[in-house]
């Protein structure tokens, strides 16, 4: 149920109709997606949107977050944030493919108190369903701080460079379902696991002499987000686990 606001103007003559029609349809403004997001901060009922919107919260506002003051909350660069480089919006939207396919359907099934169905191509979608957003923010946050760590110069400046754009960060939710499933499937999504991943794609980089810049990655786009994220995936592909593994101590089950 909601509310839909109606305007009813009589009277009006055919010059008065077409002058009503032309100035409404020429002067409507779209809502930046990331004012949109930001409004489901009030939202009572958990959904994917509200999810994705309170992860991007926790990034930019958490000191050890690798995103700390660098989303555009409000789709805007406020003080201080020379180097926010990513809108909330551009976040969010990339983050909730890894929860839902149909986000608006799950809200509407929340909001039912219906069950949730799990979804092999979302792989986060089990952690929403059991309502463990923290897991996800957690995984998020070690995946990204990882590439902080990997590639120092890039976050210093990343203006500068693809990885911390667009392109880049987009780059690596396309490549993250890969990245899950090989780490599950040796119980690991730890930070020092896509230190790794990303040390393998480096390396990959510097054999193929390629720079994560406008040079070697012209142009924007999915396609090219794709692109990159399969030297990511092609590169990580290729790791032998063994010796970390071999090296590493589980955390009791």
């Known amino acids: 149920s909601f509310y839909l606001p109606v305007v009813l103007m009589f009277g009006l003559t055919t010059e008065q109709k077409a002058y009503v029609f032309s100035t409404i349809n020429s002067n409507q403004v ?4 990331s004012l949109i997001y ?11 949107h509200k999810t994705v919107h309170q992860i991007a919260r926790v990034m930019n506002n ?4 690798p995103f700390h003051n660098r989303l555009k909350m409000l789709g805007k660069k406020e003080q201080n944030q020379d180097n926010a480089t990513l809108s909330q919006g551009t976040f969010a939207k990339s983050v909730l493919q890894l929860i839902s396919k149909n986000p608006d359907d799950d809200a509407r099934r929340i909001k039912r108190g219906e069950k949730l169905v799990q979804d092999e191509r979302c792989p986060l979608r089990e952690y929403f369903i059991d309502d463990k957003d923290d897991v996800i ?5 070690n995946c990204y701080s990882a590439l902080k760590d990997v590639f120092p110069k890039e976050w210093d400046i990343p203006q500068k460079n693809i990885l911390w754009k667009t ?5 690596v939710i396309y490549a993250l379902p890969s990245l899950i499933r090989k780490g599950r499937r040796e119980k690991v999504l730890t930070k020092d696991y896509f230190v790794m991943c990303f040390s393998a ?3 990959q980089l510097e054999i193929e002499h390629l720079t994560l810049t406008s040079k070697d990655f012209p142009g924007g786009g999915e396609q090219n987000q794709k692109v990159l994220a399969a030297k990511i995936i092609n590169a990580v ?3 032998n686990m063994e010796d970390y593994i071999a ?6 089950d």
């Open 38 to 48: 930001d409004l489901f901060d009030v939202a009572k009922e958990r959904s994917p």
């Open 137 to 141: 923010t957690k995984i998020l946050m």
């Open 62 to 65: 958490s000191e050890s977050s």
């Open 201 to 203: 794609f480096r390396k």
């Open 167 to 171: 392109t880049g960060f987009r780059a």
């Open 30 to 33: 779209k809502v930046s997606p």
């Open 247 to 252: 090296n590493m101590i589980r955390p009791a």
């Open 237 to 239: 592909s290729n790791l």
